[in-house]
Nanobody, 127 residues
Framework: QVQLVESGGGLVQPGGSLRLSCAAS????????MGWFRQGPGKEREFVAA????????YYADSVKGRFTISRDNAKNTVYLQMNSLKPEDTAVYYC????????????????????WGQGTQVTVSS
């Protein structure tokens, strides 16, 4: 049983920081890609960042490049999203996702390329 559980969301002021965590369990992800997506009010779910369990390569959406950092701790089966210089437009539900075994390229940005999803964690950036 695959389970992805996000945590770390909350309310933060513009310019502030948050670190999201995604605890993965139920299968091996060593040959998979882990990604972060977000969905704001009235918007489609959009790609934020991705990383491979092996190799350590990362890829970011232009909207977050230079502000967000994705990382992972293989020993803990956890992927992180460090978010700095947060803006109101970053407000969204953030989802952790994983590809199936063998899909591990970092430039995997489509929702339908990910097979497993967490329930999401709300991030609100407001004064």
């Amino acid at each position: 049983q695959v389970q992805l559980v996000e945590s770390g969301g909350g309310l933060v002021q513009p310019g502030g920081s948050l670190r999201l965590s995604c605890a993965a369990s139920g299968r091996t992800f060593s040959s998979s890609t882990m990604g972060w997506f977000r969905q704001g009010p009235g918007k489609e779910r959009e790609f934020v960042a991705a990383t491979s369990w092996t190799g350590g390569s990362t890829y970011y959406a232009d909207s977050v490049k230079g502000r967000f950092t994705i990382s992972r701790d293989n020993a803990k089966n956890t992927v992180y999203l460090q978010m700095n210089s947060l803006k109101p437009e970053d407000t969204a539900v953030y989802y952790c996702a994983a590809t199936r075994y063998g899909v591990y390229g970092v430039r995997i940005t489509r929702v339908n390329e990910y097979d497993y999803w967490g329930q999401g964690t709300q991030v609100t950036v407001s004064s």
